[in-house]
């Protein structure tokens, strides 16, 4: 008689599995003996054998038939029973669980209760902390703006084909024992603790500024508007209260920081001149601070001049923000003097170099560059803003920029005439470094004020930057372990990922094709990618493409980071989808890497399409069919897209023609399509 259980491995697997594979074992027996069962049947009706021999050989095939059913139902029957001893044990341990997390539960009510009167320094320092922020609250009454900054992009809505592809996993670094993280064969050493940063919340008393601001009344005017304006007196607070005035707290100089690291890469920061450490009264905070700039509602304007042209549609778009910062350095600070004055390609010749394109910089130009950048009070304003550009410096609608009592010419959106209210256009950088003749010097103010006619204040960021070339700011993207270093996909990695994508982008088009499942052409399921990049058409040397994109096709770094490096209406978007990235949201695909690793030397305009079946493989495809490949030039005899002859033939001069009638040489094209 056969075992009836499958010993330890059947202890191993669940019941069902054990039940299953007891009966597969019995049925899997049948088999086996079958021919036995046979040959004994078969001996039970020889008739060459005796009737003993006979009834012998029949009560071994019931007797044998009988043993394995008997032994397949008691199999069933310990199943069945072991399966209700495992309810029964997990219903046990839950009921166990449960009467623990309540004996806990009442532990800490007990321990709450018997503390209650104790004293707990750091809850009375969190309740103290927490009373005063609430009285401070309390005091101010008027709704301060919450600052908010390029926070991180909403996931896409769900569904198969919209999610984004997967980012790499970050490699696993290695611990040294002693919570130390290892890079390599060296240990990072521990970060030290970070300052806390402050956040201005409290409202302070206002510290009224007045700005004269210059006519700009000629054409083209400074502001890109259409209307003139005459000389004007512009008030605005320079204090650092949060809704009114022109200085922003530390928290949004770091978010301003950040964000200008992020969507300017070209621009290596050295010394910031609108960025200042003072002790402001009213703050939230005695000690000293760090604050930057930004333009602020104008409380008080007055024209100082006749206006022209229509009154009341030139009122509309009066200045309602301003702004000013100083490019001064203090005589006493060697340090920084030092830094400024000599850069990686030499001297810096203040108010001497004029201002070349951005096409024009070297790696190494050090210049002292004036950028801004929008502060949204909500979240809707963020992101409308978002959809529309990427995060880089923008100017205020209307902006007008003067330095030392004199008007600079900028590049920005312009006033439309059709709509007073559209301004369109791109928006350039500032170098200010021919108009700063002497930073060190007490006797120049070196200020730059800047108004505008729109209500969203924007931050000013003044400072003296180095110029990072494409070609550097490759380096230091595929520098590894670098601080502007980007992912990069293993090639098994980015072969699941792409093989996931290709199973998506499936479509059957008829499930009832008799032939759709044994075609060797039918390739429904296998994807074709190109190997050159759609910027330059060649052969793509780095291919990387957005963490966020929802396509396996890249195109090349490079040629990327050199056609971003000119402001423009392309300027940081996917070079596929058109979606905005950043170098920092970009990754490398290992996959792709292969690809052109493999087929060095074989791609060209003609021959650039990968497919890649659903098992993995992946072959270079023939060289790309042209539709008039094949035919002679001159031989009269032409091809149509469908491969069918077309014929020519001449009607002389005179002859009348079925469509045009009589008149000129006419020359007709048959199709001979059979």
């Known amino acids: 008689r056969p075992r009836a259980s499958g010993g330890d491995e059947d202890d191993a697997t669940t019941t069902e599995g054990r039940g299953s594979s007891s009966a597969g074992i019995h049925d899997k027996l049948k088999e086996n003996v079958l021919f036995g069962l046979t040959a004994a049947f078969y001996a039970s009706i020889d008739g060459e ?3 003993g021999q006979r009834n012998t050989a029949f009560h071994s095939v019931k007797t044998i038939l009988g043993g394995i059913d008997a032994s397949r139902k008691d199999a069933v029957e310990r199943n069945l029973l072991a399966e209700k001893d495992r309810r029964e044990k997990e219903q046990q341990q839950e009921k166990a669980k449960a009467k623990e997390k309540e004996r806990i539960r009442q532990q800490k009510a007990k321990d709450k209760q018997t503390n209650g009167n104790t004293t707990d320094t750091t809850g009375a320092s969190g309740h103290k902390m927490g009373s005063l922020l609430s009285t401070a609250n309390a005091d101010d009454d008027s709704d301060d703006e919450v600052v908010i900054l390029d926070g991180p992009p909403s996931p896409p809505p769900g569904g198969r084909k919209d999610r984004p592809l997967p980012a790499p996993k970050p490699k696993q670094e290695a611990d040294d024992g002693n919570g130390a993280r290892l890079n390599g064969n060296a240990a990072a050493a521990p970060a030290p603790p970070a300052r806390p940063r402050h956040r201005q919340v409290h409202s302070v008393a206002p510290h ?9 009344t000629q054409k083209p005017r400074y502001s890109a508007s259409i209307h003139p304006r005459p000389k004007a007196k512009a008030t605005f607070d320079a204090s650092c ?31 910031e001149f609108s960025a200042s450490t003072l002790v402001v009264q009213g703050s939230c905070s005695p000690n000293a601070l760090e604050w930057g700039s930004r333009t602020g509602p104008v409380s008080a304007y007055q024209e100082l001049g006749k206006r022209v042209g229509d009154l009341a549609t030139a009122a ?25 004055n000599a850069g990686p390609n030499g001297v810096m010749k203040w108010g001497k170099s004029a201002s070349p394109t951005p096409s024009r910089y070297g790696t190494g130009d050090r210049r002292c560059i ?6 949204y009070a909500t979240d809707a304003q963020r992101k409308k803003h978002r959809k529309k550009r990427a995060d880089t410096h923008l100017w205020p609608i209307g902006s007008f920029v003067q330095y030392n009592n004199h008007a600079v010419s900028i590049v920005q959106r312009k006033q439309q005439s059709h709509d007073f209210d559209e301004w369109k256009g791109m928006c350039h950088a500032l170098d200010v470094t021919n108009l700063v003749s002497d930073p060190y010097s007490s006797n120049l103010p070196n200020r730059i004020d800047i108004v505008a006619r729109n209500d969203t204040p924007y931050a000013i960021h003044l400072a003296v930057c180095d110029f990072v070339g494409p070609d550097a ?27 996931d994508y290709v199973k998506d982008q499936m479509v059957v088009l008829d499930s009832d094709d008799e032939d759709g499942d044994d075609d060797p052409d039918h390739e429904g399921s296998s994807q074709q990618f190109s190997l050159l990049c759609p910027l330059s058409m060649s052969a793509m040397e780095t291919p990387v493409r957005g963490k966020g994109c929802r396509h396996i096709a890249c195109f090349d770094l490079r040629n990327w980071l050199h056609n971003n490096v000119t402001v423009g209406g392309t300027r940081w978007r996917c070079a596929h989808c058109e979606d905005f990235l950043a170098p920092s949201d970009l990754l490398v695909d290992g996959m792709f890497c292969r690809f052109l690793e493999q087929t060095k030397g074989q791609i060209s305009s003609a021959r650039d399409k990968v497919q890649l079946n659903p098992d993995g493989t992946w072959t270079l495809m023939d060289a790309n069919k042209l539709r008039y490949q094949g035919n002679k030039r001159g031989s009269g005899e032409l091809g149509d897209s469908n491969g069918n002859a077309l014929k020519r033939s001449k009607i002389e001069p005179g002859a009348s023609s079925p469509v045009y009638g009589g008149g000129g040489a006419q020359e007709i094209i048959e199709i001979d399509s059979d």
Do not use: F
């Not at 200085?247 to 050295?270: H, K, M």
């Not at 910062?325 to 060697?334: I, L, Q, Y």
């Not at 004036?370 to 502060?375: E, F, H, I």
């Open 473 to 499: 700011l490759y380096d230091r993207l595929m520098a590894r372990n670098g601080p502007q270093s980007i992912p990069q996909y293993a090639y098994d990695e980015a072969l699941k990922v792409a093989l």
């Open 49 to 51: 054998l005796n009737k």
């Open 370 to 375: 004036l950028r801004m950048l929008p502060l």
């Open 241 to 271: 209260d949060p809704q009114r005035g022109t200085l922003i707290d530390e928290v949004t100089l770091d978010d301003v920081r950040a964000r200008l690291a992020t969507w300017d890469p070209y621009w290596s920061v050295v010394h």
């Open 208 to 216: 009224p500024q007045a700005m004269t601001v210059l006519p700009d």
């Open 316 to 340: 509309k778009y009066d200045i309602k923000t301003a702004g000013a910062v100083t490019a001064h350095v203090d005589p006493s600070d060697v340090g920084v003097r030092a830094k400024l």
